[in-house]
C-alpha cells in the first residue's frame, strides 16, 4: 500500500505569493491532519477533518490559512498571501476509522518543506 | 490540559553505549495512548510504538524497549548498543481518549550516535 503522498517535497516562493500544499491520504483512512513544524514551536497540529468535515481547525494560525478536503483522496492546504514566517515544513497525516485496529496510530507523509523569502 | 516533555533536547553516545530517551506526560484523561515517532535525518516521521493506558507491559522490539511506568507518567525508551543509524530526533506523543484525534508531541530529543 502507498503511504500518504505529499507535494510538492519542496517549495520556494517570495513573500505575497499564495502557495497550494496537497495531500493524498491512505486508501480507507477516514481522517487527515495536517501539522506544522518549525524550530521554535515544534510540531504542531493545524486542522484535521473526519470523513471530509473539518472537526478542529483551532490551530490554524490566522486566516490566511485555509484548508479543504474536496473528497477522500486529496485534501488542500493553502496560504494566502504568504509570509517568511510561515517558513516551516507541512506534514500531513492519516489515520483509519474508528473501527480500525490502528485508529490511534497516524501515519505521516514525507512533509513540504517551505521557504518563503 | 494535556502535556509531553521530553527534557533531553540532545544526547550524544557512542556506538555500541545503551542510551535512554525520557518522556513525561501529563492528563487527566483514564484511558490514552502514547506514542513514539522517529525522525531521522530525511526529514520523515516514522512510527515506532503506541502504548494503551490500560496497559502497563514493557515492550522490546529488537535493540528498542519501552519502559511506561503510569505511577509516574512516565513513557521511556531504550536503545540497546546503538548504531549510527540511530541517529534521528526522536517524538514522544500522547493522545486523549475523547472525541478529539489530537496527537500532542513533545519537543523531542535529537539523538547523534557517534561511530
Known amino acids: 500500500d502507498a503511504g500518504v503522498i505529499q507535494s510538492p517535497r519542496h517549495e520556494v516562493t517570495e513573500m505575497g505569493q499564495e502557495v497550494t500544499l496537497r495531500c493524498k491520504p491512505i486508501?480507507?483512512?477516514?481522517?487527515l491532519f495536517w501539522y506544522r513544524q518549525t524550530m521554535m514551536r515544534g510540531l504542531e497540529l493545524l486542522i484535521y477533518f473526519n470523513n471530509n468535515v473539518p472537526i478542529d481547525d483551532s490551530g490554524m494560525p490566522e486566516d490566511r490559512f485555509s484548508a479543504k478536503m474536496p473528497n477522500a483522496s486529496f485534501s488542500t492546504l493553502k496560504i494566502q498571501p504568504s509570509e517568511p514566517r510561515d517558513s516551516a515544513v507541512y506534514f500531513c497525516?492519516?489515520?483509519?476509522?474508528?473501527?480500525?485496529?490502528?485508529?490511534?496510530?497516524?501515519?505521516f507523509g514525507p512533509g513540504t518543506r517551505l521557504t518563503v523569502l | 490540559a494535556q502535556k509531553v516533555t521530553q527534557a533531553q533536547t540532545e544526547i550524544s553516545v557512542v556506538e555500541k553505549e545503551d542510551v535512554t530517551l525520557d518522556c513525561v506526560y501529563e492528563?487527566?484523561?483514564?484511558?490514552?495512548?502514547l506514542f513514539w515517532y522517529k525522525q531521522p535525518p530525511s526529514g520523515e516521521l516514522v512510527f515506532l510504538i503506541r502504548r494503551n493506558s490500560f496497559d502497563e507491559q514493557n515492550e522490546i522490539s529488537g535493540r528498542y524497549s519501552w519502559n511506561f511506568q503510569k505511577s509516574t507518567s512516565s513513557f521511556n525508551f531504550t536503545i540497546t548498543a546503538s548504531q549510527v543509524v540511530d541517529s534521528a530526533v526522536y517524538f514522544c506523543a500522547l493522545k486523549g481518549r475523547g472525541a478529539t484525534n489530537k496527537l500532542i508531541f513533545g519537543t523531542g530529543t535529537l539523538l547523534a550516535v557517534q561511530p
Open positions: 497525516a492519516s489515520s483509519p476509522t474508528r473501527a480500525a485496529t490502528r485508529y490511534n496510530e497516524q501515519f
Open positions: 486508501s480507507g483512512h477516514d481522517y
Open positions: 492528563t487527566r484523561d483514564t484511558t490514552y495512548y
